[in-house]
């Protein structure tokens, strides 16, 4: 899932931490792809420091809601019917129609969640701003994370940005796909192309508005 369909299942939460960890495995990555932690095998480096254990606690919770969501039925079948929508857009391109469909999926949970007022995306951002740069750089510090200056360079980008307040223009995902294309393929979608792909993304979008709340409700369920 992307960062604000994680940050729905704490919402609520009052520990900015947890919300943190909820999107800090993704946004490690965003920011260095080698990167790899696993604070969850160490548990242990994290006690009895409160503002580390709330980042921990996110960090969990991002790979349990992961691990529910790519192994449901939802996924397969949602990722399936826009998989076939796309095909078209991304002939005789490098692009995986299967990896598109993948991340465009993540992507319009976003949107939609927005769109029908379940999340507010400035709220998001209160909580990331109200984490204490220390504590961050302490639980990274347990983590091993090599060159933490280049994260945090990313991160206050990130933030700054707002740039998920983009997502409630669907036209924008389309950009936000192609950019994420060229990170793995040396070509990118033509304005052509991207304009199918916005066309495809709305056609799936009412599809996908009849029951997506199904997948949060069933992670929520499932969640400890």
């Not at 691990?67 to 078209?88: M, Q, Y």
């Not at 319009?108 to 740069?133: C, G, M, P, T």
């Not at 495809?200 to 996908?208: A, D, E, N, R």
């Amino acid at each position: 899932m992307n960062f604000l369909s994680h940050y729905y299942f704490d919402r609520l939460t009052t520990d900015a931490n947890v919300v943190m960890g909820t999107v800090l495995p993704d946004l490690i990555k965003n920011a260095s792809k080698e990167a790899n932690l696993y604070p969850q095998k160490n548990e242990f480096l994290f006690i009895g420091n409160p503002d580390e254990e709330g980042l921990l606690r996110g960090w969990k919770r991002h790979l349990a809601v992961d691990l529910l969501f790519h192994s449901s039925n939802f996924f397969l079948e949602k990722t399936t019917e826009l998989k076939f929508l796309i095909i078209p857009v991304v002939e005789n391109t490098p692009i995986r129609p299967s990896f598109l469909a993948h991340i465009g999926l993540e992507l319009l949970l976003d949107h939609l969640l927005i769109e029908h007022n379940l999340i507010q995306v400035h709220h998001f951002y209160d909580k990331l701003i109200a984490v204490k740069n220390d504590s961050l750089s302490e639980f990274l510090e347990h983590c091993k994370l090599n060159n933490p200056s280049v994260f945090f360079g990313f991160l206050e980008r990130f933030i700054s940005s707002k740039y998920l307040l983009s997502y409630q223009k669907i036209e924008n995902i389309s950009y936000a796909l192609n950019r994420i294309c060229m990170r793995l393929w040396p070509e990118s979608l033509e304005e052509k192309q991207l304009a199918e792909l916005t066309s495809q993304l709305s056609i799936f979008k009412t599809i996908l508005e009849k029951d997506f709340m199904d997948i949060f409700h069933e992670i929520e369920a499932k969640l400890i």
